[in-house]
């Protein structure tokens, strides 16, 4: 989950900041910098080759993602780390934060 809010997260910026070849206009077409407008916008897009219309979350709400993954993960870490017996003696209560 991590990965592939990071990569579309990262396309999204991409497709708004840099030079790319826009296909319904068939031309490139120049990107715009990247500010806090463009970071909390939901980005809408419309293809005439596909004839389909696609409505993508914001940045922010990607990014927002990752770092609650990376909090998660973090504290399972640190409570397995408590709970599962190691070579550091012995290990806590499965449910020790309570």
């Known amino acids: 989950m991590p990965t592939f809010s990071f990569a579309l ?3 999204l910026t991409t497709n708004i900041a840099s030079r790319r070849f826009d296909f319904n206009e068939m031309n490139w077409v120049d990107g715009v910098a990247f500010g806090n407008d463009e970071y909390y916008m939901e980005n809408e897009s419309y293809s005439k080759t596909t004839q389909t219309h696609i409505l993508a979350p914001s940045v ?6 990752i770092k609650l993954t990376a909090w998660l993960y973090f504290f399972m870490f640190l409570y397995f780390d408590h709970v599962l017996s190691s070579n550091r003696g012995v290990s806590y209560s499965f449910f020790f934060p309570f």
């Open 9 to 11: 997260a990262f396309g």
């Open 60 to 65: 922010s709400h990607f990014t927002n993602k």
